[in-house]
């Protein structure tokens, strides 16, 4: 969590609590961004696990009024009744008075171009009573679409204040910062009156135990009595509003159905009076032509196929550089640390543990930030829309559906946001679905232990002058996991069983033009969360690594000291080679490698070793943590200090065969392990704190685990 930059207020100054709110894909969160900057922090709503992100400006004018606001970035909701977590917890803030993040006024950001979806949400809002601004944005994309929205007008028929902006451009933002000082009332009239659809009398009553509410306040109390177990406004009430639901015969999917078409009635003849439709402009939208191709039946998936084949080639292509001078620079550290410091424990502590711990995971840094940048620009463009549009009917037969492809396609990143990026999934059987399957895609994790296996056993080598052969091999590898994703969630789709029906609705934005700087500071933000992360934990771990592999049971360890001390050793080896031969023999007869000897004959079908053995066990804590381990071991192994851990790998023998010990057969295998193994802690309890069970992480353990096994088994076997 990133902390807020502190803001120097006055004790005088008015104080507000906003809420940002619109459609998924509308512009809040950018807009969010630009009111708020840097002043930001993360965490969770009280009482469930979805994403809370609040932010702080002081906002003033000319005339010297200022305000000091918090502003709370709602999830996106296409309308306040709740069929998924993140709509429940919009719900809950709005029409909940004792909840803590219940607002003062809303900013409901509408998608310019797509003015009708966003015109349902805004009239709840404003049929609820709460002050409220309707925020235009993306207004210039929506001129280039053919339309015109007559903003004075609209405000004049739903009777709140109108602001048009472009937040990726910052346009518009200063009329909004006046607008939120000076123009948030309660609106002046209603849109909709609910009492046309159910008994005033029932909604009156309830209106008496809560007198702030309006009628569809009040109607969604009782349209909502069941459906929220958190919500305290209605707790002390609930037995008397059971009793008014019986009385007067409500029900409540009836009236929702004729409140949504009257009000859309309602809506149309709004944007008839506000919007002109300029057709010839409409024709000539770039967003509408490039759809042609990109949501195609074939050439789309050839299209996504060829963004994917593009994104691995250029990981390999262009972080090498920055690889090789990372690589370089940790062994002058090393190398200077080794000639600098005294001999002792402290020392080889540091080089052989800490240090070469931390070279295993920054190396790679690049390439992980060039896939969380490659990440950024598919949203941020509006293409990850396309793909779930796409794969909607791909995945549908196999248990999911097109809302399932964000939270996988964010598994490339990482699991854990991924699953629980799931909660806007409403049907439970395809979320479940989509939770046990999202860690076989590979994620970042996965990254470094990819590219180093990769490099140790395919050539790199180039086809007609760009094809690089090693970013063929990861690509196939991270198709791998999309392909077993699927195959695992038609498995679980026979599985668990489930009458809910399921839908797939999801807005198509314009396309856009990357915006440098919200990509930049997403690079930044993700790699340096997961350098930070990554790296504590591998500190931890190559510590405890190190004391593991330096240290044994005595007798064993002098056993090894006193084999080479004769003289006959001496007349065949010379003095660096003794080194590092007793360095080797200690390493075997130490605590870490007892504990790599004791799970050898599990993992040896496999074409793994002790050493192996230990990367394996350690890696549970977090799979990118195999890298350092195995630069510690091959640290402790007495290996050359000035190799990096790719030659060091490279340069294994295995004792029983005398060749290589890293071949083609046991690189894929180790590949093939990692991909389908379930090694990662945090992911294991997000996935038990969404399911709030037991059973599904244990499920979802084992079957990875006997999955990565088996298939290790079987490719080691053919390919050796």
Not at 270 to 282: A, L, P, T
Not at 284 to 300: F, Q, Y
Not at 457 to 476: A, D, E, R, S
Request: net charge positive.
């Amino acid at each position: 969590m990133f902390k807020k930059r502190k803001l120097r207020r006055d004790p005088s100054m008015t104080q507000m609590k906003v809420a940002l709110m619109g459609n998924p894909n509308s512009g809040k969160s950018t807009l969010f961004n630009a009111l708020t900057g840097m002043n930001q922090q993360t965490g969770n709503y009280p009482g469930v696990t979805v994403e809370k992100r609040t932010g702080e400006a002081i906002i003033k004018d000319e005339a010297g009024k200022s305000a000091y606001v918090t502003f709370l970035d709602l999830p996106g909701t296409y309308s306040i009744y709740p069929k998924s977590l993140d709509e429940e917890v919009c719900y809950k803030v709005l029409c909940d008075n004792k909840d803590e993040d219940h607002p003062d006024a809303v900013l409901i950001v509408a998608d310019s171009t797509n003015l009708r979806r966003s015109l349902f949400l805004t009239t709840q809002v404003i049929d609820l009573g709460i002050p409220c601004v309707l925020v235009l944005n993306m207004s210039d994309f929506a001129r280039l679409r053919g339309l015109e929205i007559d903003a004075t007008k609209l405000s004049e028929q739903l009777g709140i204040p109108v602001v048009a902006t472009n937040a990726r451009k910052k346009v518009g933002i200063e009329n909004l910062r006046k607008a939120i000082l000076n123009e948030f009332h309660k609106p002046s009239k209603t849109f909709l009156d609910i009492a046309d659809f159910t008994s005033l009398e029932m909604i009156e009553a309830v209106q008496k135990m809560f007198k702030d509410k309006s009628h569809y306040g009040a109607f969604q109390l009782i349209n909502n009595e069941t459906g929220i177990s958190h919500f305290e406004t209605i707790t002390e009430k609930k037995e008397e509003i059971k009793k008014l639901i019986v009385k007067y015969h409500f029900e409540k999917h009836k009236v929702q159905s004729d409140e949504t078409i009257a009000r859309y009635r309602a809506i149309n003849e709004v944007i008839k009076e506000c919007v002109v439709i300029n057709e010839e402009e409409k024709k000539k939208s770039i967003t509408a032509r490039v759809d042609k191709l990109l949501t195609h039946k074939i050439w789309g998936y050839v299209f996504f196929l060829l963004i994917l084949f593009v994104i691995f080639q250029s990981i390999f292509l262009i972080a090498k550089y920055p690889m090789n001078a990372i690589e370089f620079c940790f062994i002058k550290i090393s190398e200077f640390s080794k000639n600098s410091l005294p001999p002792g424990e402290l020392t080889s502590l540091l080089i052989n543990g800490i240090l070469a711990g931390l070279s295993g995971i920054a190396v790679f840094v690049p390439q992980i930030a060039l896939l969380f940048a490659f990440i950024a620009i598919l949203e941020d463009t509006g293409y990850m829309a396309r793909a779930s549009f796409l794969m909607d009917k791909l995945m549908r037969p196999l248990g999911l559906n097109g809302r399932s492809v964000i939270p996988l396609m964010s598994g490339m990143a990482c699991a854990v946001p991924a699953i629980m990026g799931t909660r806007t999934i409403p049907n439970w059987k395809e979320r479940l679905t989509t939770i046990m399957v999202t860690p076989l895609m590979s994620c970042s994790a996965r990254l470094p232990v990819y590219t180093l296996l990769i490099a140790l056993v395919i050539p790199n080598t180039h086809n007609y002058g760009y094809f690089n052969m090693q970013g063929l091999v990861l690509m196939g590898m991270y198709l791998l996991g999309f392909v077993s994703a699927l195959g695992a969630a038609f498995v679980f789709k026979l599985i668990i069983k489930s009458r809910e029906k399921s839908y797939f609705m999801m807005e198509m934005p314009l396309y856009r033009v990357p915006k440098l700087s919200g990509i930049g500071l997403t690079i930044y933000q993700k790699s340096f969360i997961f350098l930070r992360d990554a790296g504590k934990v591998i500190i931890a771990i190559s510590v405890i690594l190190w004391v593991m592999a330096s240290h044994g049971p005595p007798t064993k360890m002098k056993a090894v000291e006193t084999a080479y001390a004769r003289p006959d050793s001496a007349k065949k080896y010379n003095s660096i080679q003794i080194e590092r031969f007793i360095a080797a023999g200690k390493l075997k007869e130490s605590y870490a490698g007892h504990a790599g000897q004791w799970i050898e004959p599990v993992i040896k079908p496999l074409g793994f070793d002790w050493k192996i053995g230990i990367a394996l066990i350690s890696s549970f804590a977090a799979r990118e943590v195999f890298v350092g381990t195995m630069a510690t071991l091959y640290s402790a192994d007495g290996a050359d200090d000035n190799l990096s851990i790719r030659e060091k790998m490279s340069a294994a023998i295995n004792p029983e065969t005398g060749k290589p010990q890293y071949t083609a057969a046991v690189g894929f295998s180790l590949m093939l392990f990692y991909a389908f193994a379930m090694q990662c802690m945090s992911t294991l309890a997000v996935v038990y704190r969404e399911t709030k069970s037991v059973k599904w992480p244990l499920i979802q353990f084992l079957y990875m685990g006997a999955l990565a096994w088996i298939a290790s088994f079987l490719v080691f076997t053919f390919a050796k």
